[in-house]
């Protein structure tokens, strides 16, 4: 094996191949001294590149040269009269291999270069074996976005398919560690079956096997190579008949019955665990070797394909053919292994390169040297100085900015340099030197007449800082975070001293903003420029104040995982450079002008947002699936991504009854130039995409002058009702209740909330800290009914004061004391005063019930049953039928009371149905 | 029909041919020597022995049958396989049609 490191690289390159001839007519000497400069110059022209030059690869690269036909890589010379890539933008596809009989990736030093561990590598079975192939995928897919080659498409063989969903976004990287370790892959097996490789297209094994119904086509290989399935017996049959006619077959150490419909009752477990996970739309053209067509769009449909894929043959010629006539012209193989020559067999007439970024025949780093010498000779623009600059990636060296490996342009000019000192003892040095001068400067008068608009040149090359694990503590207060006192979910009277009370908590979006920057100093000197997979498991309260501990862990040289203790996490993509924005999108048809404004929105508490994270500053458009804002970027930090999460939750308001929403998840998030800064006026577009009672998916972009500065996929909101009380509650805590007064004086509450989440944001409008405490004390069976009864008292004493003239009562500014079973009386904290109240409070199943009066000879009662049959209506007594609403078991309760409640107002007498 | 002895060189020769045809590069541009294993020093693909039975069976005719002979052999040894032995291969089946011609 090879093993040299950085083994130097000649490459040149100039408009025809005849200029090219000259360039190389001079003696070897002269190339040779030319060393690794790194010639200028944009993508047209010829160009030629030699691993290693030494006499006899000068000479077979003059001879290729003089010729002037493509020459792709034999004896380490590459040559293209006319780079593939050159007026081909979207030409470049990463294609992922399957199981094939050898697997001996040369990784190791790759993973060291990118500062990951090395993936494992086993064999044993056959699901360990497609474990190792898809790390080994992965791990080649990031080393060559850390070269600086981006996939235009991806595609893969038989379960390298997944690794082509998971290179072109259908797969996160979670879910493609989930799909790879849930160990099913050994289970899809089907007992007896093998595979035989015959070297011939699919038309004679059609022939061959038509009278054979246990024996099918499971892969469509090249023109040249067939695979099919079946019992050993039969394909030892047809294998030997095959041979007799000179066709090459062989048969292959695998057994699965993968790729055919005999594989259908083993299927079941692997295909749910794919199934059950987060497919998302592809974010380029994923090809199906199933259809031979890129996958749908539709994640519904994915699904669909992916079980299509197991079950149905694999069209890899079809495949390559589509693929080619789209305009791929440059298959990067991205594993080791064979995969490139099943491309090159069916691709033999028509041009195209296939360049493998792995070789058991060298080293890892040697061979992605070679494959960039391949792509530059064909117009690619791999990062030969992130190669170069393998030893700055040690991960236990981080390295300061001043030793960054300097820009192509300082190269140049170095070389340039050294050459002019040469061209001063070495004649053709000069001259040679004065060509290039020629060449240089004829393609910065091209460069130049094509606009500066375009950035012409490169950007400068940034050095790979690798990533650190880092632990460090967050302080999460409302001293050290002031902002989040604009971030409170329950509303107090103004002065209020328990800021517990008020509990403010971290926005979703200020968590992830801590996420990125957690990122940026774990490998100081990068820019997070995006962000994956963002889980919010429960609110980051900040009263009382908390020390959280932020992890960050490496997952690859881009990606670092970020845990925020236990309230939320997500992967933070580092640059590289940002994603190319998507264009903007057109506002849906039908839209209207919003009835709120963005003052409506906060005055009237539909966002109960502070100045610190008032996002929106004018409401445009609302249709059928979208709602269009524009936001100005608040100081606080993340308050421009909450501000997207105001503008969904505009539509939810003009839409919709449950329009209380919290972010719980966000699958991706896409900065596009940096982030912008507090100030920045942007046009906020947000369309949904899936909306269920208590769910909402979106996805949003954030443009400035027309141009898509933020995008935001997978965005998943929580849904809480916000019709009537509920409602009213949550806007103006101290004017609204969730009880009902009823005709009789007594107030009544059916529980209004679905879950455990929804009663818990009612519950911290209602109850002090003391209370909190309280309710947590009690057993969980316990909680709801006695959270209802605190409730219904509290808005029974409230509505008790109003009557008497009180002005705006918060919830909490009553404090409940239990007086004795089903009595109590309510006192006032942090400076109201309550007269001496006589409560009496009463609970069943679902509904609770109180009334008040001040002190006196004749004590309240209140009292509830179930009424189990037909009731028969009770007279003499204050008595009401009650029903519980729609939404709650269909049950009725008689509730009966007398005392204070009727010297208020006139009892019904007799039974009265009553729907709160 | 030339002798087997003599056939030696011109088999090599021919069997050179037929490689850099596969390669698709011209006569010389690789060398080509009996030691070389297809796959490790030309870099040939199982695929491409494929082409190379193809065209031996075009060239000498059905008896020269590269995947009968490949059968016979281990996988490894078919990956070691150099221009030699298929020489050797290509030129003791000729022999063999000569002496079942006598």
Not at chain 1, 50 to 75: C, E, F, S
Request: charged fraction near 20%; hydrophobic fraction near 45%; proline fraction near 8%.
């Amino acid at each position: 094996m090879t093993d040299v490191t950085n083994e130097p690289i000649l490459r040149l390159h100039a408009p025809t191949p005849g200029d090219l001839a000259e360039l190389l007519a001079r003696p070897d000497a002269d190339l040779l001294a030319l060393g690794d400069a790194a010639p200028a110059g944009g993508a047209g022209g010829c160009r030629l590149g030699v691993v290693a030059p030494n006499a006899k690869r000068l000479a077979l690269a003059r001879k290729v040269v003089g010729r002037g036909r493509p020459w792709r890589g034999r004896n380490e010379v590459w040559f293209s009269p006319a780079p593939l890539l050159a007026d081909r933008p979207g030409g470049l596809a990463f294609v992922f291999p399957g199981l094939e009989a050898e697997f001996a990736p040369q990784v190791d030093d790759i993973a060291a270069w990118l500062g990951v561990a090395p993936p494992e590598r086993n064999v044993a079975t056959l699901g360990t074996h497609a474990a190792s192939v898809l790390g080994v995928g992965r791990l080649l897919d990031a080393a060559l976005r850390r070269l600086g080659v981006h996939p235009d498409a991806t595609a893969g063989h038989s379960i390298g398919e997944w690794g082509a969903m998971f290179a072109g976004g259908i797969l996160s990287g979670p879910a493609f560690d989930a799909l790879i370790g849930r160990g099913h892959l050994d289970e899809l097996r089907v007992p007896g079956l093998e595979f035989a490789a015959l070297g011939c297209g699919v038309a004679p094994v059609s022939e061959a096997i038509a009278g054979r119904p246990d024996v099918v086509v499971s892969h469509e290989n090249s023109t040249n190579q067939t695979v099919v399935c079946g019992p050993a017996a039969e394909l030892a049959e047809i294998v030997d008949a095959f041979r007799a006619r000179g066709v090459i077959c062989q048969i292959l150490p695998f057994r699965s019955g993968f790729h055919t419909p005999m594989l259908e009752p083993y299927v079941a477990p692997f295909r749910d665990s794919l199934l059950s996970l987060d497919l998302r739309p592809p974010a380029m053209p994923v090809w199906s070797a199933t259809t031979a067509e890129p996958f749908p769009v539709q994640t519904g449909d994915i699904g669909r394909l992916c079980v299509r894929h197991m079950l149905e043959p694999v069209r890899f010629r079809g495949l390559v053919e589509q693929m080619h006539a789209s305009g791929i012209r440059v298959f990067v193989q991205a594993g080791p292994g064979h995969l490139g020559s099943l491309i090159d067999d069916t691709l033999r007439d028509s041009d195209h390169l296939t360049i493998a970024a792995n070789s058991m025949h060298r080293s890892g780093l040697a061979q992605l040297r070679r494959l960039a010498v391949a792509l530059w000779v064909e117009g690619g623009q791999p990062d030969f100085a992130v190669l170069d600059a393998d030893a700055v990636a040690r991960p236990e060296t981080a390295v300061p900015a001043e030793t960054a490996v300097p820009e192509t342009g300082s190269a140049i000019s170095a070389a340039l340099t050294r050459l002019h000192q040469l061209g001063t003892r070495v004649p053709a040095a000069a001259d040679f030197e004065a060509l290039l001068t020629d060449v240089a400067e004829s393609v910065v008068a091209v460069l130049e007449a094509a606009g500066a608009a375009t950035g012409a040149g490169r950007p400068p090359v940034a050095p790979l800082v690798p990533i650190r694990a880092t632990d460090t503590t967050l302080h999460v207060s409302t001293s050290t975070m002031p902002y989040l006192l604009d971030h409170c979910l329950a509303a107090q009277r103004d002065g209020w001293p328990d800021e517990t009370d008020r509990r403010p908590v971290v926005p979703a979006t200020t968590t992830i903003w801590q996420m990125m920057r957690a990122a940026e100093q774990a490998a100081p000197g990068r820019t997070a420029i995006g962000v994956d997979d963002v889980v919010l498991h429960r609110w980051l309260v900040a009263a009382p104040a908390q020390d959280i501990a932020v992890r960050t862990r490496p997952v690859d040289v881009d990606r670092v995982h970020v845990t925020v203790g236990d309230f939320a996490e997500a992967t933070v993509l580092l640059g590289g450079t940002p994603e190319l924005a998507p264009p903007k999108w057109r506002p849906e048809p039908g839209e209207r002008t919003p009835k709120l404004s963005a003052a409506d929105l906060y005055e009237q508490r539909w966002m109960f947002h502070g100045p610190g994270f008032q996002a929106v500053s004018a409401c445009r458009g609302v249709a059928d699936r979208s709602a269009r804002a524009d936001l100005t970027v608040p100081d606080a930090p993340g308050a421009l991504l909450d501000g997207v999460g105001q503008v969904l939750g505009l539509w939810l308001i003009e839409r919709e009854e449950r329009w209380v929403a919290f972010p719980i998840r966000i699958a991706r998030i896409r900065f596009h130039t940096a982030e912008p800064s507090p100030g920045t006026r942007l046009e906020c577009t947000v369309r949904i995409r899936d909306i269920a009672p208590d769910a909402v998916e979106a996805e949003a972009q954030l443009t400035a002058s027309g141009r898509v500065v933020v995008s935001i996929s997978g965005w998943h909101d929580r849904r809480f009702d916000g019709g009537g009380r509920l409602g009213d509650i949550h806007r103006f805590p101290q004017l609204s209740t969730l009880s009902e007064r009823q005709p009789g004086g007594w107030w009544l509450l059916a529980d209004p909330w679905r879950g455990i989440a929804a009663r818990e944001l009612s519950l911290h409008k209602y109850l002090g800290a003391a209370e909190r405490d309280e309710y947590d004390a009690r057993p969980v069976r316990d909680r709801r009914g006695w959270l209802l009864q605190r409730v219904v008292v509290k808005d029974a004493v409230r509505g008790w004061m109003w009557d008497r003239g009180a002005g705006p009562l918060f919830p909490a500014e009553i404090v409940v004391v239990d007086t004795g079973t089903s009595r109590c009386t309510a006192v006032g904290q942090h400076g109201l005063h309550l007269p001496d109240l006589d409560i009496a409070v009463a609970h069943c199943g679902e509904i609770a019930a109180a009334t008040v009066q001040e002190q006196g000879p004749t004590p309240n009662i209140i009292h509830i049953e179930e009424a189990k049959h037909a009731v028969t209506p009770v007279n003499d007594a204050f008595t009401s039928l009650v029903r519980n609403p729609e939404g709650l078991p269909p049950r009725q309760y008689l509730v009966s009371w007398a005392g204070g409640a009727t010297t208020d107002q006139t009892p019904q007498r007799g039974s009265k149905e009553s729907a709160p | 029909m030339t002798t087997p002895q003599a056939s030696d060189t011109a088999v090599f020769d021919e069997i050179c041919a037929i490689v850099w045809r596969v390669l698709d590069v011209e006569p010389g541009d690789i060398e080509i020597t009996p030691d070389d294993s297809l796959t490790d020093d030309l870099g040939l693909e199982s695929i491409d022995l494929v082409t190379i039975g193809a065209m031996l069976i075009e060239h000498y005719g059905e008896q020269v049958n590269l995947a009968a002979h490949l059968a016979e052999m281990d996988i490894d040894d078919v990956i070691a396989l150099r221009i030699g032995e298929l020489a050797d291969f290509v030129t003791a089946r000729l022999a063999d049609e000569q002496l079942a011609e006598r």
